[in-house]
C-alpha cells in the first residue's frame, strides 16, 4: 500500500512539474495565420505551420486580402502574418500601427528581396549591365520591355520612366500579359538566346530556374539597392503576453530569399504549401536550431527534439 502510495505521489508531481513548465496555456494551441495569396507567403507560413504541428500545437491558414487579414489581426482573429513587405505595404499599415491595434515586429523575417528590371546572364555578360545600357542595345531587345498585368505597380514604375523618357528609353514599348505570359516569354527567349529584358523580382523560382541577373542603377525607378524590400512579421500587441513560446518561435523565424526560392517551385507546380515545406525541411534542417532556439512544446517538452522526431516520423 504504501509503495502504491508512493507511486501516485510521484506520479501527480510529474503532472505538477509538466503543468508548472507547460510552454503556452491551452488556448494558444490554435495558431491562426493569414495568407494574402502570394506563393512567397504561402511558403512562409507552410515553413512556420510544420514547426508548430512538430510543437504540438494546431495552426491554420485563412486565405484573406490584405485588408481583411489586417482587420483580423486587428480582432484578434489573426495571430500572425508573415507578409508585410516594407515599403510597399506601409501606408496601409501606419495607421494600424499608430493606433497600436497591431504589432510589427522590430526585426524582419525576410531581407534582400528585389523587385527591378532583370536579365538572361548572356545578356547581361553581353553588355547589358544597367538601366542606362538599355537603350544602347535598342535593335536587339525590339524596342521592347516585358512586364506583367496590367495596373501592377511594377508595370506603372516602368511606363513612367518610358513616358518621362529616362535612360533614353521614351520609344520603347511596355508588353503587358501576366506572370505567367512574361515567364513564357522569357524562357522561350533564353532557348532561343535572344535578348529580352522584364521585370524580375526575388524571392521567386525564376530565380532558381532561369539564369538571370538583375539590372543596377535603377534607384530613381525601383528604389536603391535593386528595388530592396523588407518583409516584417505582424501580430496582435498582446500576443507574446497571452503565447509567450508561439511568439518567441515567431520571433525566431528569419527566412532568406534562397529558401524562399527554393519552397516556392512546388508550390507553384500546384502543391500543397505545407506538404512542400515539410519535404524542404526534412532535406534541410540546418535553420531549425535557430528557428526553435529557446523554443517548447505545447506542453513544455523540448522544442527543437520534438520538430526533429515530427519530421522523421513523416
Known amino acids: 500500500m504504501k509503495r502504491n502510495l508512493l507511486k501516485i505521489a510521484a506520479g501527480m508531481l510529474a503532472v505538477t512539474a509538466c503543468a508548472a513548465h507547460a510552454a503556452d496555456p491551452a488556448m494558444c494551441r490554435d495558431v491562426r495565420f493569414a495568407d494574402v495569396g502570394w506563393t512567397d507567403i504561402a511558403a512562409t507560413t507552410g515553413l512556420a505551420s510544420t514547426l508548430f504541428k512538430g510543437l504540438g500545437y494546431s495552426p491554420t491558414t485563412t486565405i484573406a486580402s490584405i485588408p481583411i487579414t489586417l482587420a483580423g489581426i486587428k480582432s484578434k482573429q489573426i495571430d500572425v502574418y508573415l507578409g508585410y513587405w516594407s515599403p510597399t505595404m506601409d501606408p496601409m499599415m501606419e495607421p494600424f500601427v499608430k493606433a497600436g491595434t497591431i504589432e510589427v515586429l522590430p526585426t524582419p523575417n525576410l531581407t534582400g528581396a528585389k523587385y527591378t528590371l532583370a536579365v538572361p546572364d548572356y545578356v547581361y555578360n553581353g553588355g547589358l549591365k544597367s538601366f542606362a545600357d538599355i537603350q544602347k542595345y535598342a535593335d536587339k531587345l525590339d524596342g521592347k520591355i516585358y512586364g506583367i498585368e496590367p495596373g501592377n505597380d511594377g508595370n506603372a514604375l516602368i511606363k513612367k520612366m518610358i513616358d518621362g523618357n529616362q535612360f533614353g528609353v521614351g520609344k520603347f ?57 523588407k518583409v516584417f512579421t505582424a501580430t496582435p500587441p498582446d500576443y507574446a503576453a497571452r503565447c509567450p513560446n508561439a511568439a518567441r518561435l515567431v520571433s525566431n523565424l528569419r527566412f532568406t530569399t534562397e529558401i524562399e526560392n527554393h519552397v516556392m517551385v512546388p508550390i507553384m507546380n500546384k502543391e500543397d504549401a505545407n506538404r512542400a515545406a515539410l519535404e524542404w525541411l526534412k532535406a534541410n534542417p540546418q535553420p531549425l536550431q535557430g528557428w526553435l532556439a529557446g523554443v517548447q512544446t505545447i506542453d513544455g517538452r523540448d522544442g527543437l527534439q520534438a520538430v526533429k522526431a515530427y519530421l522523421a516520423a513523416h
Open 173 to 229: 514599348k511596355l508588353v503587358e500579359s501576366s506572370e505567367a505570359g512574361m515567364l513564357v516569354e522569357v524562357n522561350r527567349a533564353i532557348r532561343e538566346k535572344k535578348w529580352i529584358v522584364f521585370l524580375g523580382w526575388e524571392p521567386h523560382p525564376m530565380n532558381v530556374q532561369m539564369k538571370i541577373d538583375y539590372l543596377a542603377g535603377g534607384d530613381d525607378v525601383f528604389g536603391p539597392n535593386y528595388g530592396e524590400a
